[in-house]
């Protein structure tokens, strides 16, 4: 159980050019899921928190009109990069927290596989 | 502020014991996780401890949390090969909605 799924794993697009990430939590519902950033070896920087049904939170430095973020379901949260640039390129991560865990006392939050985002 | 700090590579033997060190500097932790992360993929939550306990011990796993130091260590009995991968530990702050800082990373890397 408690799985996530991001697509597409991979993506390769050019300058100025918008992409799409989806974050999905394929057995459970998530009333928040968390977008991170990854660098090359590096650590994961979160970017926003994203509630069902609400304005996602954006962190400080994180422009909210490049990182689109929408909600719209307990199963998915998208991630849109708009107008992007080669520093854009990096490993996005979401993350899911499950709303009915019985271990809700720590708040487990699950990990997507990642989406790997180069522009050319 | 928050601020987590991991060393970045650690290199042990197969069947020898790894010892993982993370320091923070929030003392309002709760909970202080350790994920792994294998090439390519996401995070894999490997245990955690409420900020309450001293040690949890999970099968091959110990963490050893020392709070007045800020202090937490991950030991992984008898290292094998598939052990290699990055750690990070993580902590969450009270009232960050489960909001997680995570370290800089320690690549481990297991040799025969």
């Known amino acids: 159980g408690a799985v996530v799924s991001q697509h597409p794993s991979r993506v390769i697009c050019k300058s100025g050019t918008s992409v799409k990430i989806e974050c999905r939590s394929l057995?459970?519902?998530?009333?928040?899921m968390f977008w991170y950033r990854q660098f090359p070896k590096q650590s994961l920087m979160l970017m926003a928190t994203?509630?069902?049904?609400?304005?996602?939170?954006?962190e400080q430095g994180v422009e909210k009109d490049k990182f689109l973020i929408n909600h719209a379901s307990l199963t998915l949260s998208t991630l849109t990069v708009t107008s992007a640039h080669p520093e854009d390129s990096s490993f996005y991560i979401c993350s899911a927290r499950d709303l009915g865990s019985t271990s809700g006392a720590n708040n487990e939050q699950f990990f997507g596989p990642g989406t790997r985002l180069t522009v050319l | 502020g928050e601020d987590v700090e991991q060393s970045l590579f650690l290199s042990v033997r197969e069947g020898d014991s790894s010892v993982i060190n993370c320091t923070y500097t929030d003392s309002s932790s709760t909970y202080l996780y350790w994920y792994k992360q294998e090439p390519g993929a996401g995070l894999q939550l490997l245990t955690y401890i409420f900020s309450n306990m001293d040690m949890k011990q999970d099968q091959r796993l110990t963490v050893l949390l020392n709070k007045k130091d800020k202090h937490l260590s991950l030991r992984i009995a008898d290292t094998q090969t598939g052990d290699s991968a990055i750690y990070f530990c993580a902590e969450r702050i009270t009232g960050t909605a489960s909001k997680l800082t995570f370290g800089t990373g320690t690549r481990l890397q297991v040799t025969l």
């Open positions: 057995d459970f519902q998530a009333t928040t």
């Open positions: 994203s509630n069902e049904g609400s304005k996602a939170t954006y």
